[in-house]
């Protein structure tokens, strides 16, 4: 474990904020859903590339994901801490997704991989290389990055938005304060530093999300009737379930930087607390960074210069290197060999279709014949 303290200000339920800047491409438009109204609305990406990266070259690609408590927030502007990782060479893009208002979960993560297999289908378009995609967002936005990441191989959360493709899988991800087990939000308040939301009352941005918000209703009511056969609970338990990045942890699952302020009276510092040890008992290695004296929102210059770090070495790594010990050798065999049999997997895929195949077994036999990546 890795656990950096550091200060910063801030205590916003707004996602972190962005400076004024203007998108390599923008406005992509990359799919149009239908709201839970039944009128449509078109879905855009932002993209932002270093027109010094030469264009044959594939680049790594972070998809930034806006918080606001999944009924507010715009994909228009990336966070300073993000824009820097086009010094690095990388694609950054930004995503537009349905809000709460507009249609309840899953709508927001289908949205997010919808986006994911667009830049995957359109890699040369966009300068992605489509296996190393990583995703990177703040408390909603951190809650659908965590979730994005841990979902790689659930079904039910992959979706059709923007038409079918590769599998929308990522590398890795950064989560900044997001929810991740939302019945449990308010069990998790302690005090200092409290609550300035009452996450079990109807108008809670959770119980918004799933759509469980008229009279007589919200997350409190529903933790209350977790085994109440009655409708709708049943189907509200379903869809708060689906939407944990606690649910979907499995050994499969590749590494994640979680960070979140001891002072956040938005969302409980032990909701990064359930998702880091989760992800620990898988043995997924993640790194959890609680950022003492900070609030909901900037965690500062040295948690965003760790975060992009983190990505960095992520995406940039030799791949076929599945233990990361600087040698492809046996030990990594076995890891691919699992994933190969297991085909729907991220760990072994090294061309980004969401699958370790023979085309990918080409790439590994390479490497390990070389004992490492050209």
């Not at 806006?66 to 927030?73: E, I």
């Not at 065999?333 to 729907?344: P, T």
């Amino acid at each position: 474990m890795r656990a950096n303290r550091m200060s910063a200000g801030l205590s916003l339920v707004l996602a972190v904020p962005a400076l004024a800047q203007t998108p390599t491409l923008n406005d992509v438009v990359y799919a149009t859903v239908f709201r839970d109204n039944g009128t449509s609305m078109q879905l855009h990406l932002d993209v932002y590339w270093n027109n010094n990266v030469p264009p044959a070259s594939p680049a790594p690609c972070v998809l930034w994901i806006h918080g606001g408590g999944w009924s507010g927030g715009t994909h228009n502007g990336i966070p300073a801490g993000a824009r820097q990782l086009l010094q690095d060479g990388f694609v950054v893009a930004s995503v537009e997704y349905r809000l709460s208002g507009d249609a309840i979960f899953p709508a927001q993560i289908l949205d997010v991989k919808g986006a994911i297999r667009f830049l995957k289908r359109n890699a040369a378009t966009y300068r992605v290389d489509p296996a190393r995609i990583a995703t990177w967002g703040s408390s909603a936005g951190g809650h659908l990055s965590a979730l994005t990441l841990t979902s790689n191989n659930v079904f039910e959360l992959e979706g059709i938005v923007g038409g079918a493709g590769p599998r929308a899988t990522v590398r890795t991800a950064v989560d900044y304060f997001g929810p991740t087990d939302l019945l449990n939000m308010n069990l998790d308040v302690t005090t200092p530093p409290g609550s300035g939301i009452n996450h079990d009352a109807a108008s809670s941005p959770e119980s918004n999300l799933i759509g469980f918000n008229g009279p007589g209703q919200g997350i409190g009511v529903l933790r209350a009737n977790q085994s109440n056969p009655v409708a709708p609970y049943p189907e509200k338990i379903h869809l708060v379930t689906l939407a944990n990045p606690i649910s979907h942890v499995n050994p499969r699952d590749l590494r994640m930087l979680i960070a979140h302020g001891t002072a956040d009276t938005s969302v409980p510092i032990k909701q990064s607390q359930r998702l880091f040890d989760a992800l620990t008992a898988a043995h997924t290695s993640p790194t959890f960074i609680p950022v003492e004296g900070a609030g909901h929102g900037n965690l500062g210059a040295a948690t965003d210069a760790a975060a992009r770090e983190f990505l960095i070495a992520e995406l940039t790594r030799c791949l076929p290197d599945i233990d990361r010990d600087g040698i492809v050798d046996d030990s990594d065999f076995v890891q691919f060999a699992i994933g190969y049999d297991l085909l729907i997997d991220v760990v072994g895929d090294f061309n980004g279709d969401g699958a370790t195949d023979d085309a990918d077994f080409i790439v590994f036999a390479s490497a390990y014949s070389n004992l490492g990546c050209p």
